[in-house]
């Protein structure tokens, strides 16, 4: 797939902003940002905390929630949604699989995220806009794209497992982001044999992707049997998304999964292996 299929420039962005057939999502990890620092004009929101999450059950909402809450942003099948966030696309990323997930066609990840649109001095603003209601019908889910727990347990020892956490947390030091609070597993380590590729290593430090050449010496532990399945987790689902969006859709490797259940779900499991 080529880059300009999936990813965005800010000036091709800032050029984008009255066309009426393209709309902007953001998607950050600071849900208070969109409202109090401003956002990307004519950009809509979505809160990954509740509304990519059911209330009760630690899942992803199921496709008519997910329809609705589209339908209430006045996204349309038709539409190019780019969708931007914070601290790299960190969540945007996720946001961007979600939507890849429930079969929409057209979506792309704005390069360099929110960070470089404001480093390049663009113009923000507070006021949330008013788009039209639509009728938005997501498709179920591509299962192709997505792992759950057992088939990450039956593919123990045959797939290709990519722990994109820190170096802290797949170590068992930590059991989250340093500066977070340590919730995660039950249990501290790795999936064993995972091999570790933290998800910002990805990126440069203006946010934007690294070259692609770059990126397969990055992976390079991963790539080398084009028949393996490559499984991304992290901690809960987000930043093994950015990589996912990496490993499949800039490099174009076909199977590749997110395990969106990742270490919190692994690392609670009573009997399965783990490494250290």
């Known amino acids: 797939m080529s880059r300009d299929d999936v990813l965005v420039s ?31 004009p004519g950009a809509v929101a979505l ?74 001095g663009r113009p923000l603003e507070t006021e949330t806009p008013r788009r039209p209601v639509t009728d938005y019908v997501a498709d179920p889910q591509d299962l192709t794209i997505r792992a759950f727990r057992d088939d990450v347990l039956a593919g123990l020892g045959r797939d290709g497992f990519v722990d994109v956490r820190s170096v802290d947390e797949y170590t068992g030091r930590l059991a989250a982001p340093a500066g977070l609070p340590q919730e995660g597993g039950r249990q501290r380590g790795h999936i064993p044999g995972a091999v570790s590729i933290p998800w910002n290593r990805a990126v440069t430090r203006d946010g934007t992707f690294r070259s692609d050449a770059e990126l397969r010496e990055i992976y390079s532990d991963v790539l080398t049997d084009t028949d393996r399945r490559i499984v991304a987790y992290c901690r809960i689902g987000e930043r093994s998304s950015h990589t996912w969006f990496v490993l499949h859709e800039l490099l174009d490797q076909p199977n590749v999964v997110n395990y969106d259940g990742s270490w919190v779900e692994y690392g609670s499991l009573i009997g399965v292996p783990v490494e250290r």
């Open 47 to 120: 809160d990954w905390r509740t509304e990519l999450q059911q209330e009760y059950t630690r899942d992803l909402v199921d496709r008519e929630r997910f329809g609705a809450l589209l339908s209430q942003r006045g996204v349309t099948r038709d539409h190019t949604v780019v969708v931007y966030g914070g601290n790299h696309n960190w969540f945007a990323a996720y946001a961007y699989w979600y939507l890849r997930l429930y079969g929409h066609r057209d979506v792309r990840l704005l390069d360099g995220g929110r960070m470089l649109w404001e480093r390049e």
């Open 10 to 40: 800010t000036s091709w962005a800032s050029s984008r902003l009255a066309d009426d057939s393209v709309v902007f999502l953001e998607v950050d990890e600071d849900v208070t940002a969109y409202h109090t620092d401003g956002h990307i």
